[in-house]
């Protein structure tokens, strides 16, 4: 398994060190930090309203996972890991297992500069190797950012929710998990990914 609890990898991004992450207890603190960071916008895509922070309640469900029915990757810069820059979540349906629901979240500073697209790849190996075989978005209708990045990845089915909420389905194609490896596996390159970890 290459996603697996342990993995950690760091990688130059545009002039910054990151290292991107299996999710564990301790980034409590950096979700805490990383809300002062986001604009209204932000907060509202993701959270569907305005949020000042985090419950003690929402922090445990947020960190404690187990990486089979929640499966989280964090980022951070490796040079200042007090705040996360940004989370990809994956929770998996009780009711329809090869289903999950995935959220995304990235600080304003790291926002559209191919980022999400990374965690997109991270997303569509961490549910093959969990055997997900359809994701599911939940936005809101002016998140015109997510609705991109999501059609990279698949052809999907959306869906008009009540309160109007979208939600949109996509069904994971073996071609785009050999795409999504080959975009990892280059991304990291010269070292390759394998599941020794860093
Ligand atoms: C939505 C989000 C995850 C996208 O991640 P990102 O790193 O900004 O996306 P990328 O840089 O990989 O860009 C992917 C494509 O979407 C486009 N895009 C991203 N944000 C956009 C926006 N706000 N408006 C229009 N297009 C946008 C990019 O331009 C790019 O397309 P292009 O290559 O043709 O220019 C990120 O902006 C975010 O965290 N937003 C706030 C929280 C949120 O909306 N979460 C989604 C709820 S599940």
């Given at each position: 398994?290459?996603?697996?609890l342990?993995?950690k990898?760091?990688?130059?991004w545009?002039?910054?060190?990151?290292?991107?992450?299996?999710?564990?207890?301790?980034?409590?603190?950096k979700?805490?930090?990383?809300?002062?960071?986001?604009?209204?916008?932000t907060?509202?895509?993701?959270?569907?309203?305005?949020?000042?922070?985090?419950?003690?309640?929402?922090?445990k469900?947020?960190?404690?996972?187990?990486?089979?029915?929640?499966?989280?990757l964090?980022?951070?810069?490796?040079?200042n890991?007090?705040?996360?820059?940004?989370?990809?979540r994956?929770?998996?349906?009780?009711?329809?297992?090869?289903?999950?629901?995935?959220?995304?979240?990235?600080?304003?500073?790291?926002?559209?500069v191919?980022l999400?697209?990374?965690?997109?790849?991270?997303?569509?190996?961490?549910?093959?190797?969990?055997?997900?075989?359809?994701?599911?978005?939940?936005?809101?209708?002016?998140n015109?950012?997510?609705?991109?990045?999501?059609?990279?990845?698949?052809?999907?089915?959306?869906e008009?929710?009540?309160?109007d909420?979208?939600?949109?389905?996509?069904?994971i194609?073996?071609?785009?998990?050999?795409?999504?490896?080959?975009?990892?596996?280059?991304?990291?390159?010269?070292?390759?990914?394998?599941?020794?970890?860093?």
């Amino acid at each position: 398994m290459i996603l697996g609890l342990d993995f950690k990898r760091e990688f130059h991004w545009r002039g910054t060190d990151l290292r991107v992450g299996f999710l564990l207890p301790e980034a409590r603190v950096k979700i805490s930090a990383g809300i002062a960071h986001m604009s209204r916008e932000t907060i509202r895509h993701r959270f569907f309203g305005i949020k000042n922070g985090f419950t003690e309640r929402e922090l445990k469900h947020l960190t404690e996972i187990d990486g089979y029915h929640h499966f989280a990757l964090g980022v951070e810069e490796v040079h200042n890991p007090e705040r996360g820059i940004a989370v990809m979540r994956m929770v998996r349906d009780d009711l329809t297992p090869k289903e999950a629901e995935v959220a995304l979240l990235l600080i304003d500073d790291y926002q559209r500069v191919g980022l999400g697209t990374l965690l997109m790849h991270f997303c569509l190996i961490a549910a093959a190797e969990r055997g997900i075989e359809t994701l599911r978005f939940t936005y809101l209708p002016d998140n015109t950012g997510i609705v991109k990045l999501i059609k990279r990845f698949g052809n999907p089915k959306a869906e008009i929710l009540a309160s109007d909420y979208v939600q949109m389905k996509i069904t994971i194609e073996k071609t785009q998990i050999d795409e999504s490896l080959k975009a990892l596996k280059e991304f990291f390159a010269p070292a390759s990914i394998d599941s020794r970890g860093p």
